[in-house]
Protein backbone atom coordinates (compact mmCIF):
# COMPACT_ATOMS: atom_id res chain seq x y z
CA UNK A 1 0.00 0.00 0.00
CA UNK A 2 1.65 3.20 -0.78
CA UNK A 3 -0.01 6.76 0.31
CA UNK A 4 -0.88 9.41 -2.04
CA UNK A 5 0.12 12.22 0.33
CA UNK A 6 3.69 10.80 0.44
CA UNK A 7 4.21 10.83 -3.48
CA UNK A 8 4.82 13.46 -6.24
CA UNK A 9 2.64 13.63 -9.01
CA UNK A 10 5.59 12.00 -11.55
CA UNK A 11 6.13 9.20 -9.37
CA UNK A 12 2.33 8.42 -9.11
CA UNK A 13 1.84 8.66 -12.79
CA UNK A 14 5.45 6.55 -13.67
CA UNK A 15 3.48 4.21 -10.75
CA UNK A 16 0.52 3.85 -12.67
CA UNK A 17 2.33 3.52 -16.53
CA UNK A 18 4.22 0.48 -14.99
CA UNK A 19 1.41 -1.20 -13.19
CA UNK A 20 2.72 -0.66 -9.85
CA UNK A 21 -0.63 1.18 -9.00
CA UNK A 22 -3.74 -0.26 -10.17
CA UNK A 23 -6.43 0.65 -7.78
CA UNK A 24 -7.26 3.27 -5.04
CA UNK A 25 -8.66 3.60 -1.66
CA UNK A 26 -9.81 5.05 0.99
CA UNK A 27 -7.60 4.84 4.53
CA UNK A 28 -10.39 6.73 6.47
CA UNK A 29 -13.73 4.51 5.00
CA UNK A 30 -11.81 1.39 4.00
CA UNK A 31 -12.69 1.64 0.72
CA UNK A 32 -10.64 0.85 -2.35
CA UNK A 33 -11.90 0.84 -5.97
CA UNK A 34 -10.75 1.62 -9.59
CA UNK A 35 -8.79 4.73 -10.70
CA UNK A 36 -11.44 5.87 -12.67
CA UNK A 37 -13.76 6.15 -10.23
CA UNK A 38 -15.53 9.57 -9.35
CA UNK A 39 -15.94 8.46 -5.90
CA UNK A 40 -12.30 8.18 -5.25
CA UNK A 41 -11.60 11.31 -7.71
CA UNK A 42 -13.27 13.42 -5.35
CA UNK A 43 -11.37 11.88 -1.59
CA UNK A 44 -8.68 13.96 -0.13
CA UNK A 45 -5.36 13.28 -1.15
CA UNK A 46 -4.25 12.91 2.48
CA UNK A 47 -6.88 10.30 2.82
CA UNK A 48 -6.02 8.48 -0.16
CA UNK A 49 -3.66 5.10 -0.90
CA UNK A 50 -2.61 3.46 -3.91
CA UNK A 51 -2.79 -0.59 -3.98
CA UNK A 52 -0.80 -2.95 -6.89
CA UNK A 53 -3.97 -5.66 -6.78
CA UNK A 54 -7.42 -6.25 -5.43
CA UNK A 55 -5.95 -8.93 -3.03
CA UNK A 56 -3.46 -6.55 -1.42
CA UNK A 57 -6.39 -4.00 -0.95
CA UNK A 58 -8.76 -7.23 0.66
CA UNK A 59 -5.67 -8.54 2.80
CA UNK A 60 -5.70 -5.15 4.25
CA UNK A 61 -8.83 -4.78 5.60
CA UNK A 62 -10.60 -2.75 2.98
CA UNK A 63 -13.98 -3.67 1.15
CA UNK A 64 -14.93 -3.36 -2.57
CA UNK A 65 -16.30 0.25 -3.71
CA UNK A 66 -20.28 0.04 -4.19
CA UNK A 67 -19.85 2.72 -7.10
CA UNK A 68 -17.57 1.11 -9.31
CA UNK A 69 -16.94 -2.85 -8.07
CA UNK A 70 -20.50 -2.93 -7.82
CA UNK A 71 -20.55 -6.78 -8.30
CA UNK A 72 -17.66 -7.43 -5.92
CA UNK A 73 -19.26 -4.97 -3.49
CA UNK A 74 -22.70 -6.71 -3.75
CA UNK A 75 -21.07 -10.18 -2.81
CA UNK A 76 -18.86 -8.58 0.22
CA UNK A 77 -22.50 -6.94 1.01
CA UNK A 78 -23.92 -10.22 1.21
CA UNK A 79 -20.89 -11.76 3.01
CA UNK A 80 -18.90 -13.30 0.31
CA UNK A 81 -15.31 -12.74 1.83
CA UNK A 82 -13.14 -12.79 -1.19
CA UNK A 83 -9.28 -14.08 -0.63
Not at 12 to 28: A, D, E, L, Q, T
Not at 48 to 54: D, G, H, I, L, N
Not at 58 to 63: C, D, F, L, N, Q
Request: charged share 30%; proline share 1%.
Amino acid sequence: MLHHAGLGDDEVRRKIKSGKIRYGGNSKLKIYGTLKCKSGKRMKRENRVFFESESEAIAMGYRPCGHCLQGLYKKWKNGFVQQ
